[in-house]
């Protein structure tokens, strides 16, 4: 039997490097990918959102390095099987130039020869099921990359729009401090008015006061005006009756005699 008769085993060299250059040169994120650092004034929900996209990546970047470092192991074996390969075709070599020996030793040989291949052939199919699993497993983890890649921009789109609102805030804080001052000078305002207002309150209390002693004095001088008078009056009644009393005396006294003017 020679070796054009026997199965020609794949290399594993090729299915290496379509494995290597299948594998996307953004699978794992770099520093650049990562969302930018929330500023001073980003919330707190912003900073827990950018904390939770920071924790996936990392976790994401962890399952990268494990599935790199199967493929790495995966790689070193195939290398290891390549390896047995060439020590049987070196093998099978030999075999075809010492053809002349027994037939019952090449028949063992060969039989051994074709268990081995046979049992590297299901080794080389465990292998690259193996490396199926391992691609399907890689583009899971872009697409999962991708998701969080995706939802770290929303939650900078969110961060940028709470940022916005408190800008918005900071703008209404500000006029309503200003409102406050407004109006705490209103109130001072309002303070000197009550205190100007009760200080003419006082005068006013002081000017009724002094309106109404004015009044009492008035109304004593009246009364004291109208016992004036009565006395006058009584003054004038008894000058009267003295001089009635007088005309009276002189017409007596001086009988036709017209009284005299008064």
């Known amino acids: 039997m020679s070796r054009d008769d026997l199965t020609d085993i794949p290399s594993f060299a090729a299915r290496r490097d379509e494995a290597v250059t299948s594998a996307r040169p953004n699978a794992v994120p770099g520093r650049s990918t990562r969302p930018p650092a929330a500023t001073g004034q980003s919330s707190l929900l912003g900073r827990l959102a950018l904390t939770i996209a920071f924790v996936a ?27 047995r390969v060439h020590d049987l075709e070196a093998l099978l070599s030999d075999t075809d130039e010492s053809v002349e020996k027994s037939a019952a030793a090449l028949g063992a040989q060969l039989n051994v020869v074709d268990k081995e291949t046979r049992r590297l052939e299901q080794r080389r199919r465990e292998m690259d099921a193996r490396l199926d699993k391992l691609e399907a497993s890689s583009e899971s983890t872009v697409s999962g990359l991708k998701k969080l890649e995706t939802t770290a921009s929303t939650e900078a789109k969110t ?41 003419l309150s006082d005068s006013v209390n002081k000017s009724n006061l002094e309106r109404a002693a004015l009044a009492k004095r008035i109304a004593a001088n009246e009364e004291w005006i109208e016992s004036i008078n009565a ?17 009276q005396s002189q017409t007596t006294a001086g009988g036709a005699q017209p009284p005299p003017a008064n």
């Open 231 to 247: 006395f006058r009056r009584q003054v004038n009644t008894s000058i009267n009756q003295l001089q009635t009393t007088l005309r």
């Open 159 to 199: 961060l940028a729009a709470a940022t916005d609102a408190i800008a918005t805030l900071q703008k209404d804080v500000r006029a309503l401090t200003q409102v406050a001052g407004d109006l705490e000078r209103l109130g001072s305002a309002a303070r000197a008015t009550q205190t100007h207002l009760e200080r």
């Open 57 to 83: 990546a990392a976790v994401a970047c962890a399952w990268a390095w494990q599935l790199q470092q199967a493929y790495d192991m995966a790689a070193a074996e195939a290398k290891s099987l390549g390896a």
